[in-house]
């Protein structure tokens, strides 16, 4: 036999040494994924390199590393001062003292099982510590009871009712009030712009408070006729402002010009007299006396709610200014043809005041 030509032997054989190769190569990368895998294995509690969990990187972190780091940053967030105003009212508030929380165990649960990947996709990054895209949303909750008190709070110092403009009595005094605009908070929305201010990150917040006009503004208060017994001084107001000032005569000792808030119920002009009392202060005198000079009503009255009291001029001139009527407010005749024209029906009339010692009278005085 000849020698053997191991050349061309494995020449001839070139499927089976191809075959040794691919052989050798599988072993040693079976080896190699082996020890990837041991390698990934040993790595799984931590998280995956450019993993974010509320914008704070957690990469490469342990649960417990993760966990210390986005807690920071969740105290840092719950301890954020938010400024609080509501019509040149201010508070001072945190969310954590409004009772909201941070879910942080759950985001960092969600941290460490990472993004989707493929079994071998997840070998390859933890092997590498090539970092992926992902981030997780660090969840706040809470805090609604919180906003509620607060919004509550703030409600009960601005919350303000409007005021008519009036002239009443007070105390026995008159009493002139500005109409003044009030504010109510609008509840809905300020919890609505609070829990955004909270959850936004933001450091003030104002709350939405609507203006409330009162019904009567002092221009349209009308007129009112105030009499001070004490001074026998009627005075007339154009709303919260006076229009004319007039010297009267009221009640005499023994009777009683009425105090209170009244009415003008209707007006007349050359009035009837007819006599309230003809058993008594009236007797001897006409049952009725028609207009004219002598008729005490004068040429203007105005007849009151109280009962049987007259606002009217008198022939007497010489009383006005002092005790001398029978409860009636008297007037000189001139002065009461000028007020008369300047009051409508329904006009409020305030009668206040101190005067002589006098007994009530249940007559209708009448002059």
Not at 2 to 13: M, Y
Not at 153 to 161: F, Y
Not at 219 to 241: F, P, S
């Amino acid at each position: 036999m000849g020698s053997w030509d191991v050349g061309a032997w494995l020449r001839r054989r070139g499927w089976q040494r191809t075959l040794v190769v691919v052989g050798l190569v599988a072993l040693l990368a079976g080896a190699g994924m082996v020890t990837a895998t041991v390698a990934a294995a040993s790595s799984t509690d931590r998280v995956l390199a450019g993993v974010r969990v509320g914008g704070v990187d957690v990469g490469g972190l342990t649960r417990r590393q993760a966990a210390a780091a986005v807690g920071e940053a969740a105290r840092r967030s719950l301890e954020r001062v938010v400024v609080v105003q509501a019509a040149g009212r201010s508070w001072r508030v945190t969310p954590a003292s409004l009772g909201r929380q941070a879910a942080v165990d759950q985001a960092v649960g969600e941290a460490l099982a990472g993004p989707r990947l493929s079994w071998w996709a997840g070998v390859w990054h933890r092997v590498t510590d090539r970092p992926v895209r992902h981030s997780v949303d660090l969840a706040y909750r809470g805090g609604e009871r919180g906003v509620a008190a607060l919004v509550r709070t703030a409600a009960r110092a601005v919350n303000a009712r409007p005021r008519d403009a009036s002239i009443t009595l007070v105390g026995g005094r008159v009493e002139r009030r500005h109409a003044r605009t009030g504010r109510s908070l609008d509840t809905r929305g300020a919890a609505r712009a609070l829990t955004a201010a909270v959850g936004g990150g933001a450091v003030s917040v104002r709350l939405p408070v609507r203006t409330l006009a009162p019904r009567v503004r002092d221009h349209e208060l009308g007129k009112t006729i105030a009499v001070d017994v004490g001074r026998n001084r009627l005075t007339l107001y154009r709303g919260l402002t006076v229009e004319r000032r007039y010297p009267v005569a009221t009640a005499m000792p023994g009777f009683y010009t009425p105090r209170g808030t009244w009415k003008v119920l209707y007006k007349e002009v050359d009035p009837t007299w007819h006599n309230p009392a003809p058993d008594g202060w009236g007797k001897g005198e006409p049952l009725v006396i028609p207009p004219g000079p002598d008729n005490p009503l004068g040429t203007r009255a105005l007849a009151l709610s109280a009962p049987g009291i007259l606002i009217h001029g008198s022939p007497a001139a010489w009383s006005i200014g002092g005790y001398h009527s029978h409860g009636c407010i008297r007037m000189l005749i001139r002065d009461a043809e000028n007020l008369f024209p300047r009051v409508p029906a329904g006009t409020t009339v305030l009668i206040h005041g101190g005067g002589p010692a006098s007994a009530r009278s249940s007559q209708a005085a009448g002059a």
